[in-house]
């Protein structure tokens, strides 16, 4: 099993949670959790969605997870995690092995979310919490291929470039 998070510009793919499935849903009054194999655990607030199939934010079948009874939830995310994305906007999305997948998206900000592994946060609505326990891979998007150098430097802000110039070197 892969035990690296990649990491794209606008994104990072959870390996270590690949083939994990959800033994227990614990419901709670504000939020309910995902219990995984060991070591892993997702709490998430009730405005998370779901979704058979679509990763369309409008589909038509993309409802909140209080839309369905709990015990038909319990059904749909109980197959193994194939899909595991955290968009660096704050979102979410698991893919799951039947075609269920679940979002917390970037458009409703006050939806909670955090994903642990034993009890050390790795991942909240800010982000990748700083750990070790899972090491942080960078890939180009463009080759695949780990990038191993520091990336370049932006550009300085107050870099005074005429734009209107007719020489290169100025």
Not at 93 to 110: A, I, Q, T, Y
Not at 133 to 139: D, H, I, L, R, S
């Amino acid at each position: 099993m892969n035990q690296e998070i990649t990491e794209y510009e606008d994104r990072w793919l959870l390996r270590p949670l690949r083939h994990s499935q959800v033994t227990h849903i614990v419901w709670g009054s504000d939020n309910f959790e995902l219990l995984l194999d060991p070591p892993f655990r997702i709490v998430a607030g009730y405005s998370a969605e779901l979704s058979p199939r679509s990763l369309s934010r409008d589909d038509p079948n993309r409802h909140v997870v209080t839309h369905w009874p709990t015990t038909e939830v319990e059904r749909n995310l109980s197959a193994p995690i194939v899909a595991a994305v955290f968009f660096k906007v704050g979102s979410l999305r698991l893919g799951f092995r039947n075609g269920w997948n679940m979002f917390v998206s970037d458009r409703h900000p006050d939806i909670s979310f955090a994903i642990y592994s034993d009890d050390t946060l790795l991942f909240d609505r800010s982000g990748i919490v700083d750990q070790t326990k899972y090491p942080v891979v960078q890939v180009d998007p463009w080759t695949g291929n780990r990038i191993t150098a520091p990336p370049w430097p932006p550009k300085p802000a107050d870099l005074d470039i005429d734009y209107d110039s007719d020489d290169i070197n100025s």
